[in-house]
């Protein structure tokens, strides 16, 4: 079955640079979200889109940015990164099923500012 | 507004022994519950999830468990602990797809 995809898997940057993640939900899931997980933390809600429309925002700085584009693959961009912005990435994918609802989550990507 | 708090950020057990890791909610609406494993530098696995209907809920790798509402509990038990099973659990509350609402809210983590 086909999974979340999320590119790259690994991303190196320095301060102050910009950074692009890309999310690939699974096909005919509607909805997308980002989380982020700092070193020994839990994942954290960033913002979520439904049908290409934000639908919900967490604890974002407003340093990033995200969108859903019309095949449903969202970016998360992030811009003048700091060094606390090191963190694994996670995309998570559903659809609008009561019964059976669960979020499917990508294998993240890890980022690294130095 | 929800939330969940996981008792024990670092639960040991023998092989062989149960697992029992504790995790209460809170939440205003009737909740989604989902319980996720993470093994060191990967991503979240999902175990099991109650969503409302029965309130005994079985997973994978012989993990379940209950939905006791009248304790805002939902902790996740294995009867035989396995070498394998060495892993950071996360406990997850959500108000389930509901425009607006889905959003995971994590537990803090437990480590086995």
């Known amino acids: 079955a086909a999974g979340v995809i999320q590119s790259p898997r690994h991303l190196i940057k320095e301060k102050r640079e910009t950074a692009t993640l890309k999310c690939y939900p699974i096909p005919r899931h509607d909805t997308v979200y980002w989380y982020q997980q700092g070193p020994g933390q839990d994942p954290q809600f960033l913002i979520s889109f439904y049908e290409k429309m934000q639908s919900d925002k967490g604890s974002i700085p407003d340093r990033f940015s995200a969108q859903q584009f019309s095949d449903y693959h969202s970016e998360l961009n992030m811009s003048s990164l700091e060094l606390g912005d090191s963190a694994l990435y996670f995309c998570?994918?559903?659809?609008?099923?009561?019964?059976?609802?669960?979020?499917?989550f990508g294998p993240g990507t890890r980022l690294t500012v130095t | 507004a929800q939330s969940v708090t996981q008792l024990g950020s670092h639960v040991s057990v023998s092989e062989g022994a149960l697992v029992l890791l504790r995790c209460n909610y809170s939440?205003?609406?009737?909740?989604?519950l989902f319980w996720y494993v993470q093994y060191p530098n990967q991503g979240l696995q999902l175990l099991l999830k109650?969503?409302?209907?029965?309130?005994l809920v079985k997973g994978i790798n012989g993990f379940e468990a209950e939905f006791k509402k009248s304790e805002t509990s939902f902790h996740l038990t294995k009867p035989s602990a396995h070498m394998s099973d060495a892993a950071e659990y996360f406990c997850a509350v959500s108000e389930g797809p509901n425009f607006g609402n889905e959003k995971l809210t994590f537990g803090t983590g437990t480590r086995l």
């Open positions: 109650y969503t409302s209907a029965a309130t």
């Open positions: 998570a994918s559903s659809s609008r099923d009561f019964d059976s609802y669960e979020q499917y």
């Open positions: 939440s205003s609406v009737p909740p989604y």
